[in-house]
């Protein structure tokens, strides 16, 4: 399985979405069209299937990040976790992220929220209440813009100035929340 996955990822960004045909995956990866069949019901399975343990990952080393450092200067290491959990060429990323969206419906997102906050729960001590809807914000924030970034690509935004700019976005509300919760007593 992992073969497939990688020969899709190299094929993609060799050649666009019109490089990626099962046939071309299943010999990139060594292995019968059956064989990649057995695994994975065609293209988009297996988009999706590649979407989903990169973002699986990056959710995953996020929550590590969280645990270890519950502090505000994390917020790089996160934003570039983010930043860099679909690699590849824009192209790449978009097609990625298309095959999320299309497997979910956005209830994608919301999956790995909850997932996320899952696997943080009573094993971060972040010193601040996070209610629903500040927890929302600080999951969908970074992820919104660099899916924003990802499609409006014409814009040739430079990711180390984006990387700076969402950093301070994310520093800056969680200073805010913290400040609240200070004057809240």
Same mark, same amino acid.
């Given at each position: +399985? ?7 990822? %190299? =094929?993609?960004? *060799? /050649? ?21 069949? %057995? ?5 988009? *399975?297996?988009?999706? !299937? ?12 996020? &929550? ?9 200067? #994390? +917020? ?7 930043? @860099? &959990? ?5 192209? @790449? ?16 997102? +919301? ?9 943080? !729960?009573?094993?971060?001590?972040? /010193? =601040?209440?996070?209610?629903?809807? &500040? ?7 970074? #992820? ?11 814009? *040739? =935004?430079?990711?180390?100035? =984006? ?6 976005? +994310? ?15």
């Amino acid at each position: +399985m992992d073969a497939i996955l990688e020969a899709a990822f %190299q =094929l993609l960004e *060799a /050649g666009g979405g019109e490089a990626l045909t099962t046939n071309h995956i299943a010999r990139r990866a060594g292995v019968s069209v059956g064989t990649l069949y %057995q695994y994975f019901g065609g293209k988009q *399975a297996i988009l999706t !299937a590649l979407a989903q343990r990169r973002a699986e990952a990056a959710r995953d080393r996020v &929550a590590e990040l969280v645990i270890a450092r519950p502090e505000i200067g #994390v +917020m790089r290491a996160i934003v570039r976790t983010l930043a @860099t &959990a679909f690699e590849g060429s824009p192209a @790449t990323r978009r097609a990625l992220l298309d095959a999320l969206r299309l497997e979910g419906d956005d209830q994608v997102v +919301m999956r790995h929220h909850l997932a996320f906050f899952e696997t943080i !729960a009573g094993k971060a001590s972040l /010193g =601040l209440s996070l209610t629903p809807e &500040a927890g929302f914000v600080l999951t969908h924030a970074v #992820v919104g813009l660099l899916r924003a970034a990802t499609v409006e690509s014409e814009l *040739a =935004l430079d990711p180390s100035r =984006l990387e700076d700019e969402l950093t301070r976005l +994310m520093e800056a509300y969680v200073s805010a929340l913290l400040a609240q919760r200070r004057a809240d007593g």
